[in-house]
């Protein structure tokens, strides 16, 4: 009955912002590393950013570094995506997924296979 709800995409043009959210059921997230994953059209899915449990480490992918930022809310049991600076390349399904525990606090992972529970995506489309 575990359920990761993205939540947030949607049309923007070039240069502009957008900020993504993944509220989870079934699970508590804060226990979680969440990590965010896109797939381009025609293209493999890949890891865009992740956030530890401790909330005091993060990764992102190059591609992304400088422009978007990951962060989370425990209270709502949600975690964010803020994307600015947005480029046509970054238009694909964005999904959110719970990834390891109990490795240390701290642990982040761009791994797709580390992650346990994903998301359905959302749609995030750049263009002008």
């Keep these: 009955?575990?359920?990761l709800v993205e939540s947030g995409g949607g049309l923007v043009q070039p240069g502009g912002?957008?900020?993504?959210?993944?509220?989870?059921?079934?699970i508590t997230l804060d226990y979680y590393?969440?990590?965010?994953?896109?797939?381009?059209?025609?293209?493999?899915?890949?890891?865009?950013?992740?956030?530890?449990?401790?909330?005091?480490?993060?990764?992102?992918?190059?591609s992304v570094k400088g422009r978007?930022?990951?962060?989370?809310?425990?209270?709502?049991?949600?975690?964010y995506l803020k994307m600015s600076n947005l480029k046509p390349?970054?238009?694909?399904?964005?999904?959110?997924?719970a990834g390891p525990q109990g490795i240390y606090?701290?642990?982040?992972t761009l791994e797709e296979y580390e992650y346990d529970y994903w998301g359905q995506g959302t749609h995030v489309t750049v263009s002008s």
């Design 89 to 97: 390349e970054d238009t694909a399904i964005y999904y959110c997924a």
């Design 68 to 79: 978007f930022t990951i962060s989370r809310d425990n209270a709502k049991n949600t975690v």
């Design 33 to 62: 590393t969440i990590g965010w994953f896109r797939q381009a059209p025609g293209k493999e899915r890949e890891g865009v950013s992740c956030i530890s449990v401790s909330d005091d480490n993060t990764a992102y992918a190059d």
């Design 17 to 26: 912002s957008l900020s993504l959210s993944c509220t989870a059921s079934g």
């Design 1 to 3: 009955q575990v359920q």
């Design 105 to 108: 606090l701290g642990y982040v």
